[in-house]
């Protein structure tokens, strides 16, 4: 089989193997359904607080749960793309199958891919449901170009998969602790603007923390994503976040690699592929 | 069985072909794993820190200097206690672990800078239960490892069907990896080994918690591996010597991550204990006229009686000496009748034994001399 034609049949390796293994705890599947359920419902509600005389000056923010339902299910997809493969090293490594993988002949970048494919697929259907019961219970309605949006959707998300292959080194190298998975992880639902319009950050905390906003991809992710489905903004308004993420990607990706490469030897080094 | 080693010859040879073009030195050609100076220290975690705070950082030397070829179609045994080193030299063939010092080439592929065409030709069976997923069944692991390796899920169907039926797990195919018992756990990790039938297997006690019939059969089928057209070549590292004396063409002895001695089992023997011990049981002679026959060629004869009018006789002799014929002549000449005669050699256990006690007399001495020098040191200091 030639190289182009083992990325895909390997990533299918994986696919199946995850759904597999996903499909062996048939209840957690359900309760994760059930789950997303509440937490859109429990937005609703909450927005309805607001729903008679709410006035404010962020355009993004007139319909509170529209504004949620939009930045949960991609903040959802962009901490699947952070967070998936150093999960999946993690789990390997737990499972002691780490070893047995890489006995095989696959190489860095399409284990890379192919190991988070399934939380990209699970993921994908979990957005799916967070937009689907805010449409079909809640009658949201979006408006504005879907491409564009899926554009923003896939930078974000290869942005901060190539941020999450860094903290695959970690998982790599020191197996616990991974200080971007703090940074990344627990601050981007604070500082990027999802429950709450990133602007307030500067205004009532200063000037640090709206740095610190902008500084994190999902910001520009959401933003963008917000401009296009609830404003309806076409591509020549939403070139500013586009263009950073876009920057973002040029830096990351190929720094992210050669970190991961290094990070794989070492534990080869010290014999601690298998260890967790 | 015999079907599916030769699917495996075909596939081999199949794969041969393909590679045929492949640039490699003659003397490669003959080497399938080649050990050149192989170390490997494992490094110590913060080891500046740990130093600063003046702690003692003893790093891990697991191999030193480690040097031999496994040729194409051999057997290879490779022996020693726990820790010796054994696992560790098969992990760095395998590409899971890089040699701090030394290179090693498999099919004249590097084991560092080839690595991906080092592992399309190792099959690795080790003794590691927890490399499969045991949520999945038997059939999904094994199909997952086949669909890395490249293959079509009906070539993989095909293949798998094959390897149950040669390990007798088509019974198991649909059963969770978790629930399956030790020894059928065993035979997977072999039969996952042998999935792309590569031209290298690096066995890792592949007959560890077998049942002694699946043993035998799992030994006979690795027997059946070398002997075919396009022959497998095998590292087998393992605790039942017996089993390495039955299978390999040639041993190693690892003894604290150095080889002590390579060569064929009955030459490691041989060159171990260049003697062996006689036992003759002879009628009409009493224990004491036996001995007083004997003692002209054999000094250290013993003879006593035993069941009936028999008696024993126990002599040691060097091997290929005239000690034996001259004794057979001697009791027959003086009326006695040889009912039996038996010797024992030198086991692989006894080599085994005698160089792990040269390894650790090596180490107290390495000890005594360590300390011996911290000591005039400490009197030197306190002198100045």
């Not at chain 1, 990607?249 to 534990?267: D, M, N, Q």
Request: aromatic share 10%.
């Amino acid at each position: 089989m030639s190289g182009e034609l083992q990325l895909p049949a390997r990533v299918w390796a994986f696919v199946v193997r995850d759904f597999q293994l996903a499909f062996s705890y048939r209840l957690e599947f359900l309760l994760r359904i059930l789950s997303i359920l509440f937490v859109t419902t429990t937005l609703f509600f909450i927005s309805q607080i607001f729903a008679a005389g709410f006035h404010t000056p962020y355009e993004q923010w007139r319909n509170p749960f529209l504004a949620w339902i939009t930045a949960l299910p991609f903040l959802n997809y962009f901490m699947v793309g952070f967070s998936s493969l150093a999960e999946a090293i993690r789990s390997e490594q737990r499972q002691g199958t780490l070893e047995g993988v890489l006995m095989t002949p696959i190489n860095l970048p399409t284990l890379i891919v192919a190991a988070s494919a399934w939380d990209f697929v699970l993921a994908t259907f979990h957005s799916f449901l967070y937009l689907l019961f805010g449409w079909a219970l809640f009658g949201v309605e979006f408006r504005g170009n879907f491409l564009l949006a899926m554009l923003f959707l896939l930078v974000t998300t290869l942005v901060l998969a190539s941020i999450g292959i860094i903290s695959a080194s970690f998982a790599m190298v020191f197996k616990r602790g991974d200080p971007l998975a703090l940074i990344i992880g627990t601050g981007s639902a604070l500082f990027s603007g999802v429950f709450f319009p990133t602007e307030l950050l500067s205004k009532t905390a200063g000037s640090f923390f709206g740095l610190i906003s902008n500084l994190l991809p999902t910001t520009h992710g959401i933003e963008g994503i917000r401009r296009v489905l609830i404003q309806g903004h076409g591509l020549a308004e939403v070139r500013e976040p586009l263009v950073t993420l876009l920057v973002y990607l040029a830096v990351v990706l190929p720094f992210s690699l050669w970190v991961f490469t290094r990070a794989v030897r070492r534990a080869k080094r010290e014999g601690s592929l298998i260890q967790y | 069985m015999a079907r599916t080693l030769e699917t495996d010859a075909a596939q081999r040879h199949e794969r041969d072909a393909r590679t045929a073009t492949r640039p490699r030195a003659d003397e490669e050609r003959r080497a399938a794993i080649s050990i050149q100076n192989v170390s490997k220290t494992y490094p110590v975690p913060l080891a500046r820190v740990k130093r600063f705070f003046r702690r003692d950082v003893g790093e891990v030397t697991a191999l030193t200097d480690v040097s031999f070829d496994v040729r194409e179609g051999e057997i290879f045994g490779l022996i020693g206690r726990n820790g010796a080193g054994k696992t560790t030299l098969t992990k760095v063939i395998a590409t899971l672990v890089q040699p701090t010092r030394g290179a090693v080439s498999v099919l004249g592929f590097d084991s560092v800078r080839d690595e991906e065409r080092v592992r399309a030709s190792v099959g690795l069976a080790g003794a590691e239960e927890r490399s499969f997923y045991w949520r999945l069944t038997a059939e999904q692991n094994l199909m997952f490892f086949a669909r890395l390796y490249g293959m079509s899920s009906r070539a993989a169907r095909r293949r798998i069907a094959e390897l149950f039926e040669q390990f007798e797990l088509t019974d198991l195919a649909r059963r969770r990896f978790g629930e399956l018992s030790t020894g059928n756990k065993q035979r997977m990790a072999v039969a996952r080994a042998m999935l792309n039938s590569p031209p290298v297997l690096l066995l890792d006690e592949p007959t560890r918690s077998l049942d002694p019939v699946a043993a035998a059969r799992m030994r006979a089928g690795i027997g059946e591996l070398v002997r075919a057209e396009r022959p497998a070549t095998v590292l087998l590292t393992s605790h039942n010597l017996a089993e390495v004396e039955e299978l390999c063409a040639r041993v190693a002895i690892i003894s604290g991550g150095r080889i002590r001695a390579v060569g064929t089992p009955a030459a490691l023997r041989d060159e171990h204990r260049r003697r062996e011990s006689v036992r003759l049981t002879v009628r009409g002679a009493s224990a004491d006229e036996a001995a007083r026959i004997l003692r002209e060629f054999a000094p250290d004869v013993r003879a006593e009686a035993s069941a009936g009018d028999e008696t024993e006789v126990r002599f040691t002799r060097e091997l290929g000496d005239e000690r034996l014929d001259l004794a057979l002549r001697a009791l027959q000449a003086a009326g006695a009748r040889v009912v039996s005669c038996e010797s024992g050699r030198g086991t692989l256990l006894d080599v085994l034994e005698r160089y792990d006690a040269e390894h650790e007399a090596g180490d107290d001495a390495e000890r005594e001399t360590s300390d011996e020098e911290a000591a005039r040191d400490s009197a030197t200091k306190e002198r100045a």
